[in-house]
């Protein structure tokens, strides 16, 4: 018989393998990429405190975008960067929350270092 393969629990599976060697610290917070079919919402963590700093998705007024394309993705990555840099955030530790880097993350990902963010 063949069997389905579970898409969400093998995500969830690779997401929970990174973060057993990721973590965001106060001098080095995570930034957590989550995507669905819709929206993007990227996040920047102190998992010490248990707080999220900075919050950004395509629900916000400054996107102009309100897709789960790359030109969303684009916009996500520098207004996260943008917010950080407001907070004094220069350097985080990249959660890609169990996505291939590949398409809408890898480009998040590259506004947001062209934006300023290190990592």
Request: hydrophobic residues 35%; charged residues 35%; proline residues 1%.
């Amino acid at each position: 018989m063949i069997t389905k393969i579970d898409r969400k629990a093998e995500r969830d599976r690779r997401h929970a393998r990174v973060r057993r060697k990721i973590s965001g610290t106060t001098d080095c917070p995570r930034l957590a990429v989550s995507k669905s079919n819709k929206n993007i919402i990227a996040q920047i963590i102190d998992d010490t405190k248990g707080e999220t700093l900075v919050y950004v998705s395509t629900l916000d007024k400054e996107i102009k975008t309100k897709k789960a394309n790359k030109e969303a993705a684009k916009e996500v990555g520098a207004l996260i960067a943008k917010k950080a840099s407001s907070k004094k955030i220069k350097t985080v530790v990249f959660d890609r929350g169990g996505f291939i880097y590949h398409g809408v993350v890898k480009e998040l990902a590259e506004a947001a270092r062209e934006a300023g963010l290190e990592f």
